[in-house]
């Protein structure tokens, strides 16, 4: 589908059905609040996955249907969620022993900024009023692997993948995957790595509105989500 033919919805739908990808059958997973909810929705059959939340539940299952919600069932973004059979709860402690205990196999994080370095920033912008600093901090500190899933522009058509994060930072060199809505790219020891470019957008295009230099990979695909 062309880009200019794709609604936010659309875009947040197939930016989070290529997370799952990231997803290895008997990992236990953290997914961070907003659009990385979303990938528990497309998890593929015969995948055994345990997702995880930060105030004390494993075994989260996908989003609820109306008949389905229970207002008494949130995960850490305090959105409603259905829980697999065999899911447990405990208190927040428990779970962050668990995450500091580096238990989780994979984090999929939202981002507002990510460095070439893989810093990230994804926690608050300076001036408005946010909830609290949740879990974030621990997570990409605690989890064996981070990924990063966001628009790849902002609002206004500048990168949000950047030589230096402007906004606070959740972490310093924390970030190994980035997926946006035109790209997969993979932060390494020197830079970051073109892996994938979406359907409907061009290498130049992933480029010109990335603002560090991006090495091309060798076995680059396009075209793939």
Known sequence: MAKK??????IRERIA????????????????????????NYIQDGKQVVLQSENGLLGIGKSPLKKEVDPDLINAGKETVTAQKGASYFSNAESF??????????????????????DLANWMIPGKMIKGMGGAMDIVHG?????IIMDHVNKH?????????????????VV?????????????????????VAEGWTIDEVIQSTE????ISEDIRTGTY
């Open 17 to 40: 059905r290529r997370a799952e990808k990231e997803i290895v059958s008997g990992s236990y997973v953290n997914l961070g609040i907003g659009m990385p909810t979303m990938v528990a």
């Open 212 to 215: 560090p230099k991006l090495k």
């Open 176 to 196: 190994n995957r980035i997926i946006t809505d035109r790209a997969v790219i993979d932060v390494v020891e020197d830079g970051l790595i073109l892996i994938e």
């Open 5 to 10: 033919q794709m609604d936010k919805a659309t």
């Open 157 to 173: 058509g500048e990168p949000k993948i950047l030589n230096k994060c402007n906004l606070p930072l959740t972490g310093k060199s």
């Open 97 to 118: 022993a668990m995450i500091r205990g580096e238990h989780l196999d994979l984090a999929i994080l939202g981002g507002m900024e990510v460095s070439v370095t893989g």
């Open 143 to 147: 989890a064996k692997k981070i990924v």
